[in-house]
């Protein structure tokens, strides 16, 4: 395929010609998306970091250099460490749950042939609908009796009644459930694709084998489900420790009562920032948010890169 | 199938169904609640004994929801097809261009994804007080117009178009812009379609950004609206709930035209695991 040096040299020109038309296209294409990155998400992120090295509020001009003082004026205030408290708790309580329910809800609807997709489209409707309308619903449905319904739910099944977001023990682990039960939906759709790719072969091979149901699970599909239940894990953990909606408009004017024992993160950085102005000191309580979904982030590829092939 | 597989797929569908009405209760209770007049509200049964529309006309006549509606409306559907032409534009750049600090630029706008966005709030209200963008359309949207997901995404599917194809109309005379709007873009639809509607979605739902950066109840968007109107109407849980059904109805029936879409966009965004 060797031809004469005359014929390729203008045909080499016209392909550099072509190629650095490309290249321009290409940064043109590329110019204002870029712009957007750099000014929108970058350029804050630096922004963020260095306010929180400065003594500032929004209304006075002055920015003072003050050093690692805010990360110390946070860890020294006790309404920060229970909200960092709280949000480990949701986490805790929240993450778990979800994992398992929904892995539970796949496998049954693996099960089954018939409905599977309208069983999938009733269980991801809270999924879709407005977080801030869900929490409202629950709300009123955590009432007191005799108007609360879960409530009046109990009392029929003769159950005592329960104080549900009244109480300071009870309110978090009330916003844990409605949460809950508004992410099932998205694992489960994620499960049962995860489940649909697992090779027949595989069961059938260990069915011959004589495996028994029990077997199955735990030795095939669980194993092989790995890497979704990771990864399901990990978005669920850094939603629970993003937790805010839920908070501000199931707890009594969204102070995240009652007294803080529902306060997360969140909405500690939101009070600090647009109640108190306290620029400053949020933007620190930011930077721990960021670094704590940086460390599950790594840990999470960490995990990801050990796992074993089958 | 033996017995055992008969019974296991019995108690499936009972486990399935009673799931299925605890996770639809929640629904069913807001709309029945909306339904009922005040004196109605405090009573413990389930189904109103006089049902009314009365709150869904006192919501429209009394209170800024339909103009809450129609905030949430244009920043949703503005955002979406931003999203759908950037992303689509920078997926299709990345996956189809060769050009020098191609990789580099790749990573840097998927490492944004690392950053929350409550990290970005305090410098995005600083920027928007100082811009002059606090109450306006243009300070609820600027901070989701383009997505580092969306663009993953795009990317992928982008990659999957032959070379060949794309040559061939450059032949033809078509332009590179021609080339990745009618070429380029109608091959990828479907994972445009699923990126589009998860986005409006989102964008209907938000509530922290619009929370912070709007001020004048005039702008508030629906979620926003909900909440304050809420929690200024604490004993009337029937017009709490009235509201909650208005603002919750239309995403049920973008829904359920949409499911497949849905589901799809979804599955695609375990992609990343």
Redesign the interface.
Known sequence: MKRGRDSVAPLWGEIVKLRH???L???L??S???L??AF??????I??FY?SFTNWN?ISPVRKFVGLSNYVGIFNDPVFMISLFNTLKYVLYGVPSVIVLSLA?AL??N??TK?Q?F????????????????S???R??Y?K???G?IN?FLSFLGLPARNFLMSTTEALPSIVATTV?GQ???CV??FL??LQNIPKEYLEAARVDGAN?RQLLFKITIPLLN??I???SVTQT?MFL?I??QV??MTD??LGGPLNSTLPL?LY??QK??KSFD?GT??AA??V??LM??AI?VLQLKV?NRRVQY | MTRSDRMVKLVSYIVLSALAIVMIFPFFWMVLSSLKPFREIYRPYLFPKSPTLANFQKIMSASLFPRWFLNSLIVALSTTFSVMFFDSLVGYTIAKYSFPGRNIIFLFILSTLMIPTEMLIIPWYVMSSRLGWIDTYWGIMFPGMITAFGIFLMKQFMETIPDDLLDAARIDGVSEFGIFWRVALPLVKPALASLAILNFIGNWNAFLWPLIVVSKPGMYTLPVGLATFSSENLMHWELIMTGATVSTIPLIIVFLIFQKQIIRGIMLSGLKG
């Open positions: 038309k490309k290249v296209t290409a940064y294409f590329l204002i998306p870029l957007f990155f929108i998400r970058f350029y804050p992120m922004s963020a306010m929004i809800l049954l609807l099960n089954v409905f997709s069983y999938r489209l009733i269980y991801v409707m809270p999924y879709i609908t407005p977080i801030v309308a869900t409202w619903v629950w009123w449905m009432q009796p005799p108007i319904v009046n039960w099932i939906g998205y759709i994620i694709a995860g149901r890497p979704v990771v990864f399901l850094i993003r805010f909606t501000y408009n004017q969204g969140v950085i939101y920032a647009f620029m949020a933007a930011t930077v948010l960021f979904i940086l982030t990801l």
